[in-house]
């Protein structure tokens, strides 16, 4: 069974400290992962990766992965308050279409001032 | 372009009844998914409509059901509400063109809220 898992399910950090979140994946036949982000209400797309060793960055955030160890990162540099939510990491696997996609448990991120 | 929405916010049913949520994907997208967000389950897949036909479908009893229109717009259905189904609703739609990654990656709206009691 495809299954995804997040470590570490939470974290508590300061203002200016920088996080990695995991995710790691077991697979058949994996095609994608994707990084949402979930404040109060739905989650906001982050990044999505399919090439092993390509960093994609967006601001303060960056996100790699890596296929041959089934995993990608999440970092977050010069954290502040409004870092705080739940990421998530999500799979798609193959088969038959890009549009199911598996989750992690997700990490809860809260940053302190 | 506006993003996905999703009506209604808020629901409150009882047990036995039935119902449903409806989702309209961002411009030109063709599909679309719906998930179901719990505490103790997380994020879990409910379907994928594309182009008015199921392509995917997780593990869920047949109480729940959807549909799409021609315009992408989607309905998802639950018949004889259980206590459990309380959660957040998600749909989520993406272009859906084959070959070019960036077309499928998926946006959520902003869900349903549905409360059994």
């Known amino acids: 069974e495809d299954k995804v898992v997040q470590s570490p399910l939470s974290l508590v950090v300061h203002e200016g400290d920088t996080v990695t979140l995991n995710c790691s994946y077991e697979?058949?036949?994996?095609?994608?992962l994707l990084w949402y982000k979930q404040e109060k209400k739905a989650p906001t797309f982050l990044f999505m990766l399919t090439s092993s060793g390509i960093e994609k960055k967006s601001g303060r955030l960056s996100s790699i992965l890596d296929k041959k160890e089934l995993s990608s990162i999440l970092n977050i540099t010069a954290t502040q308050t409004g870092d705080s939510a739940i990421y998530l990491c999500a799979a798609n696997f193959g088969g038959t279409s890009y549009g199911k996609l598996t989750f992690g448990q997700g990490t809860i991120l809260t940053v302190h001032p | 372009k506006a993003g996905v929405t999703q009506t209604p916010r808020y629901l409150i049913k009882t047990r036995g009844q039935q119902v449903t949520l409806s989702c309209s994907p961002i411009s030109g997208h063709r599909s679309v998914s719906w998930y179901q967000q719990t505490p103790g389950q997380g994020l879990q897949f409910l379907f994928e409509y594309f182009s008015e036909t199921q392509r995917n479908k997780g593990n869920f009893p047949g109480r729940f059901s959807g549909r799409q229109f021609s315009n992408s717009r989607s309905e998802m259905n639950v018949s004889t509400l259980e206590l459990g189904d309380s959660a957040l609703y998600l749909c989520a739609s993406r272009q859906g063109l084959a070959g070019e990654h960036s077309y499928n990656e998926q946006f959520f709206g902003p869900g349903t809220r549905l409360t059994v009691l």
């Open positions: 697979v058949t036949n994996f095609r994608s």
